[in-house]
């Protein structure tokens, strides 16, 4: 009996070792798989944030820019700088035949003549003169630079050809090649050349998506879910109610998108590819989520403090508005953050609201066409230029900071408020 | 006199009846004790007299409850106007989660009973001083009221309830969840508080019953089996179960 017993206590004992273990485990391999994923997303994308630019003497001939003595400003916003654009880059190798001299121009982005006028608008006493102008260096050498592309695949499979990686070698061993911080991946739009595409688009695209959404999203799921907790009587009508929003909750967000598309843009007609209408789609697809939490958080005020209130003579939407609304806040907000973290991220219904268009304009409202930064990830990954690899993970850890800040914040929030009572 | 007339109160929560024909008589600026077993009916009954079984969806009442002749049962009784004129003090202590004046001060405020800052620290102060809180608190009337310890909550409970000058004040067993120390400081309010206040208490110690009330009802299985002076209930009560129970034989 004794030796039975005992048995059995080992048993148990062990039964709890086990269960341990396994916890241990599946912490272990979930933590194992965060650090991977981590780990691949920073190590391909931290190149992102530099930008390489070739260091080229440009010498500003006014006789080439088509100026004449003493030009005013407007003269020189309306100036010809093809031609010294071209003819600096045509420069850097004296002995370029004609073919040559096109693969030089191709070094750089076709944004160079942009960057050279640029100069000389900041300082208009270069005219006559040579300086040497930062340009940026097209995306496949900005690769070369970070040593991600492969130099020794055969010739005709490469997009850098034998003769341009000459003189960028020659380049590199005189210090005209320089990796500088990449201000134009937060500061430009989409692009179709991988070395002057940035997410300031599809950032404020993101931005006013969220905007959109919580104006919407929020009152109308507080309203609703005061209203179920606290005013509706408990019927099969409101029973009904809550299973469906529960099932709301639930359905995929593309279903959504799909309403977007069929009403909000074919019936209503509104713009097709802006954050409007995508911060509508989504408010759809958080809606239950913020209704949830509300209505967790407000069946976690203690009935005592309804029953004090009413006790006092308070009507009920007193009770309601000054006591369990404003205790039930912190976890009220908090799902609503999560909610439209969760909206954030998505990008299914996005797409087919048409916010995957290109769009290389920075949208100044939320009726301007723009992306966001999912569907940006989706265009970039989607892109076969390899300057776009880096891009994509680049992007990424912009939205895992741009979450991460938002789920502090409700967390923030949550601490914030309970402590004070507590 | 007679402040407080139920008249064939029966209770329902969905089917099951609660309470069977209730007829009781509460007399103005006394204290009745309601005492009974768990479960009899005596919270229920309380509950009747500030209509807050309203709460409740599946709770029902019939019969006439009249206060000052009026039947509050009535379709034109105001609730938000009875619970002003009939305060509740609940068993576990249930001040706001706000500071101690604002506690206080919820009530004259929402039935607008000051009309300057001046006239609601009065009120404010006088309540405290009531529920023999105020020299305790005076110093920190802006901390949070949840602070307190459980007793000093209870009383800043009954302080919120005297700051609307209620004419009837329910006890639901005001202190079982206190010390007896707490409890003394408690009852010995509910002794002062009775000069202006009509007070009704629910109590499962028949000690307390019978040190506070002047008039006792005993409950049992939803009925009320006896009511009278607390000294006759005590000491020469008329039913057996009564009498069981005071004794100590059962409950």
């Known amino acids: ?422 | 006199m007679i402040k407080i007339k139920a008249k064939d109160v029966d209770v329902f929560y969905g089917k099951k009846q609660a309470l069977f024909n209730i007829s009781l008589d509460i007399e103005e600026n006394q204290v009745t004790a309601l005492i009974g077993p768990s479960g009899c009916g005596k919270s229920t009954f309380l509950r009747c007299l500030n209509r807050m079984n309203d709460v409740i969806d599946i709770c029902s009442v019939k019969g006439e409850i009249l206060i000052n002749d009026f039947n509050i049962n009535d379709k034109s009784c105001d609730v938000v106007r009875l619970r002003e004129k009939i305060g509740m003090v609940f068993q576990k202590p249930n001040p706001f989660p706000k500071t101690l004046y604002e506690n206080v001060s919820y009530g004259p405020t929402i039935h607008g009973m000051a009309q300057s800052k001046q006239e609601m620290d009065e009120i404010v102060e006088t309540s405290l001083k009531k529920a023999a809180l105020w020299d305790e608190v005076k110093d920190r009337l802006h901390e949070p009221g949840t602070g307190l310890s459980g007793g000093q909550q209870q009383r800043l409970c009954i302080a919120r309830a005297i700051s609307v000058r209620p004419e009837v004040i329910l006890m639901d067993e005001p202190c079982s969840a206190l010390d007896p120390i707490a409890t003394a400081q408690i009852e010995e309010l509910i002794d002062e508080l009775k000069k202006e206040h009509t007070i009704i208490i629910v109590t499962h110690s028949m000690a307390q019953a019978a040190r506070v009330s002047q008039n006792t009802g005993f409950f049992h299985l939803g009925q009320l089996i006896e009511h009278g002076s607390t000294d006759k209930i005590f000491k020469n009560p008329d039913n057996k179960k009564t009498q069981d129970y005071i004794t100590g034989r059962f409950g």
């Open chain 1, 1 to 422: 009996m004794n030796k039975n017993k005992e048995q059995l206590l080992n048993k148990r004992y062990k039964a709890e070792q086990r269960f341990r273990l396994y916890g241990l485990s599946a912490i272990f391999m979930a933590l194992l798989f965060l650090t991977i994923f981590i780990f691949k997303i920073f190590s391909t994308g931290y190149s992102a944030f530099q930008k390489t630019w070739l260091i080229v003497p440009v010498t500003f001939d006014a006789e080439l820019m088509m100026l004449d003595q003493n030009p005013s400003k407007e003269d020189l916003q309306d100036a010809d700088y093809y031609d010294i654009a071209l003819k600096s880059m045509a420069d850097l190798d004296p002995n370029a035949n004609e073919d040559q001299e096109n693969e030089l121009k191709r070094m750089v982005s076709y944004f160079f003549e942009k960057e050279i006028k640029n100069e000389l608008l900041n300082d208009p006493n270069l005219i006559g003169k040579t300086k040497e102008v930062y340009l940026t260096a097209s995306d496949d050498l900005d690769q070369v630079f970070k040593g991600n592309y492969p130099r020794d695949l055969p010739e005709d499979q490469r997009r850098v050809s034998d003769y341009q990686l000459k003189i960028f070698d020659q380049l590199v061993a005189n210090g005209k090649v320089e990796s500088k911080f990449n201000i134009s991946f937060f500061t430009n739009a989409d692009s179709r050349e991988a070395e002057l595409a940035g997410i300031a688009s599809s950032f404020m695209g993101s931005i006013f998506s969220i905007l959109v959404c919580l104006m919407i999203a929020f009152p109308v799921a507080v309203l609703a879910a005061i209203y179920l907790e606290e005013f509706a009587p408990k019927n099969r009508f409101t029973d009904f109610i809550e299973v469906n929003i529960n099932n709301l909750a639930a359905v995929p967000s593309i279903v959504f998108g799909l309403l977007g598309l069929g009403v909000l843009l074919a019936i209503f007609q509104l713009p097709r590819s802006t954050p409007l209408v995508g911060g509508i789609t989504l408010s759809l697809m958080t809606l239950p989520t913020i209704i949830i939490a509300a209505r967790a958080s407000l069946k976690a005020v203690p009935p005592s403090i309804r029953e004090a209130a009413l006790a006092m003579g308070a009507s009920r939407m007193q009770t309601t508005m000054h006591h369990t609304v404003p205790l039930s806040m912190p976890g009220t907000l908090s799902g609503t953050i999560i909610g439209l973290a969760q909206a954030l991220g998505e990008t299914a219904p996005l797409i087919l609201i048409g916010m995957v268009a290109f769009v290389n304009t920075i949208p100044g409202s939320p009726m301007d066409p723009a992306a966001s930064l999912p569907v940006q990830i989706y265009i970039w990954a989607e892109s076969a230029e390899r300057g776009f690899v880096e891009k994509v993970s680049a992007c990424i850890m912009v939205l895992l900071g741009f979450l991460i800040i938002m789920n502090l914040f409700a967390q923030i929030i949550r601490h914030k408020f309970e402590k004070k009572w507590s």
